[in-house]
């Protein structure tokens, strides 16, 4: 009788922890490059609350991992990906989808590329220079501007030899290449064609910058003009009509 009593107990008990054990939840989700296209064998890891489970999308994106509830940091990574990471709470077991996941391919070098339809397209280098008269200077940029058709742009900044990728200034170029002035006389004033634009880090050497512009040049200083300046570098780029 005693045996029997036992084996039972012992048996609800593991009953128990069994249940137990499987009482977690399951995000889906899907992950996609920032063009759009799945990718298939991304590293996906969700943190919670002491535990951590793993798996790899499959060849469409898709992919479903465990949890449990509280405090999750959902992790995505791929080699020559930006990694990304989501941190938020469940109080709940559920299934639970989250939006699309967008991971971003490193540029193969440090620059500025708009983000096209299946690959980056490189924004030229180039140097402004200054001409001064007595009353003012003005800036003109040198240099072959890359052709881009689409007007709503999306541009990759990255850097390999500084982290900070806020430090530009966008100017729109008239027709005789002049970004615009500073006069001196009678009082000094910016007349510089100064154009804004949305930043937005995705890590500490890669930004998005988000513009809609019309047909036109433009150059990306590194840095911005100033009564200091005299030369620089930067990107030049053109939105054809």
Same mark, same amino acid.
């Given at each position: 009788m005693f045996k029997k009593i036992s084996v039972s107990v012992i048996v609800m008990l593991i009953a128990l922890k069994t249940s137990y054990a499987f009482e977690t939840g399951t995000l889906r989700g899907r992950?996609?490059?920032?063009?759009?296209?799945?990718? &298939?064998?991304?590293? @996906?890891?969700?943190?919670?609350?002491?535990?951590?489970?793993k798996?790899?999308?499959?060849?469409?994106?898709?992919? &479903?991992?465990?949890?449990?509830?509280?405090?999750?940091?959902?992790?995505?990574?791929?080699?020559?990906?930006?990694?990304?990471? @989501?941190?938020? &709470?469940?109080?709940?077991?559920?299934?639970?989808?989250?939006?699309d996941i967008t991971l971003w391919k490193i540029?193969?070098?440090?620059?500025?590329?708009?983000?096209?339809? &299946?690959?980056?397209?490189?924004?030229?280098?180039?140097e402004y220079y200054h001409e001064s008269g007595s009353k003012e200077r003005r800036f003109y940029v040198k240099g072959s501007p890359t052709v881009i058709?689409?007007?709503?742009?999306? @541009?990759?900044?990255?850097?390999?030899?500084?982290?900070?990728?806020?430090?530009k200034t966008l100017y729109r170029v008239d027709s005789k290449d002049s970004v615009g002035s500073i006069v001196f006389y009678p009082s000094q004033k910016y007349v510089l064609n100064k154009e804004a634009d949305s930043y937005t880090k995705i890590a500490d050497n890669i930004g998005m910058r988000r513009l809609n512009l019309p047909?036109?040049?433009?150059?990306?200083?590194?840095?911005e003009i100033t009564i200091r300046s005299k030369t620089g570098f930067g990107f030049f780029f053109e939105i054809s009509s």
């Open positions: 992950v996609i490059d920032g063009f759009g296209k799945p990718i &298939s064998f991304a590293n @996906i890891e969700a943190l919670s609350d002491g535990s951590k489970s798996t790899t999308s499959d060849p469409t994106g898709i992919f &479903s991992v465990s949890y449990n509830p509280g405090n999750i940091k959902l992790t995505f990574s791929k080699e020559g990906y930006v990694p990304a990471y @989501i941190p938020f &709470s469940l109080d709940e077991k559920t299934d639970f989808s989250i939006d540029p193969p070098k440090g620059g500025l590329f708009v983000v096209g339809d &299946s690959d980056y397209i490189e924004i030229n280098r180039a058709k689409d007007q709503d742009l999306k @541009i990759i900044d990255f850097q390999t030899d500084n982290p900070l990728v806020i430090g047909a036109g040049k433009y150059f990306y200083c590194t840095g």
